[in-house]
C-alpha cells in the first residue's frame, strides 16, 4: 500500500499565487487532514474531514481552503500565497472509530517569496 | 481542549545513554495517549501509545506509561543509537476520538551523537 502521498513535495511561490498541494490515500480512511509545521511551533491542525463532502475548520485555517469530493483525496489550497504560509505541510489520515493512528504523507514543503 | 507540555531541546546525547523525554498533559477525563516520531525529511509515525491508566505502551526499545496522578507519559529508552535521532511528539487523544484530532506538543529534538 502506498498509504497517504502528498505532491509536490517542494514548491516555490511569489507572493499573491495560488496553488494546491494534493493528498491522496489508499486506506479508505474517512478522517483526512492538514497540518503545518513550523519551528519551536510544533504541528498546528489547518484543516479537516470526516468523510466525502464534509469539512471544518482546525487551529489555523486562514488562507487556507479545502474539498472533500472523494475519500480518497483531500486537496489543500492556498488562494493567495504569503510568506506567512512558508512551512512544511502534512497530511494525515485515519480509519472511522479508530482513535489515535494517524498515518502522515512524508510532507510538502512551501517556500513564499 | 486539550494541551501538552515536553522539552523542546535541542537534547544531546551519546550512544548507549538512558534517555528520558517528558511529557505533561492537561486534559478533561482520561483520554489515550501517544507518542509520534517524525525521522529527518520524513512525516510523522506512530511509536507508542496507551489507552487507559498505568498501560505501558513500548516499542523500539522505547516505553511510556500512563500516570494519570501525576498527568504525564514520559518516554524512555535505556540504550540510544544513532539511529534513534529524530523528533518526538506527544499527543493526548480527545475523549470519545474528536473530530478535530490529536493535540502535539510543539515536539523534542533528539541528537544522538556516536
Known amino acids: 500500500n502506498a498509504g497517504v502521498t502528498q505532491t509536490p513535495k517542494f514548491q516555490v511561490l511569489k507572493t499573491g499565487q495560488s496553488m494546491t498541494l494534493q493528498c491522496a490515500q489508499d486506506?479508505?480512511?474517512?478522517?483526512m487532514s492538514w497540518y503545518r509545521q513550523d519551528p519551536g511551533m510544533g504541528l498546528r491542525l489547518i484543516h479537516y474531514?470526516?468523510?466525502?463532502?464534509?469539512?471544518d475548520q482546525g487551529e489555523v485555517p486562514n488562507g487556507y481552503n479545502v474539498s472533500r469530493s472523494t475519500t480518497e483525496d483531500f486537496p489543500l489550497r492556498l488562494l493567495s500565497a504569503a510568506p506567512s504560509q512558508t512551512s512544511v505541510y502534512f497530511c494525515?489520515?485515519?480509519?472511522?472509530?479508530?482513535?489515535?493512528?494517524?498515518?502522515f504523507g512524508e510532507g510538502s514543503r512551501l517556500t513564499v517569496l | 481542549g486539550n494541551s501538552v507540555t515536553q522539552m523542546e531541546g535541542p537534547v544531546t546525547l551519546s550512544e548507549e545513554a538512558f534517555l528520558t523525554i517528558n511529557c505533561t498533559y492537561t486534559?478533561?477525563?482520561?483520554?489515550?495517549l501517544f507518542w509520534y516520531v517524525q525521522y529527518p525529511g520524513e512525516g510523522l509515525q506512530l511509536l507508542l501509545k496507551a489507552t487507559k491508566a498505568d498501560d505501558k505502551g513500548s516499542n523500539k526499545g522505547f516505553e511510556a506509561t500512563y500516570r494519570k496522578e501525576t498527568t504525564s507519559f514520559h518516554l524512555e529508552k535505556g540504550s540510544v543509537q544513532v539511529s534513534d535521532s529524530a523528533v518526538y511528539f506527544c499527543?493526548?487523544?480527545?475523549?470519545?476520538?474528536?473530530?478535530?484530532?490529536?493535540?502535539f506538543g510543539k515536539g523534542t529534538h533528539l541528537i544522538i551523537q556516536p
Open positions: 486506506m479508505n480512511h474517512e478522517y
Open positions: 499527543a493526548p487523544e480527545p475523549l470519545g476520538g474528536g473530530a478535530d484530532g490529536l493535540t
Open positions: 486534559a478533561t477525563g482520561y483520554p489515550s
Open positions: 494525515a489520515s485515519r480509519g472511522q472509530g479508530y482513535t489515535g493512528e494517524l498515518f
Open positions: 474531514s470526516v468523510g466525502a463532502g464534509i469539512t
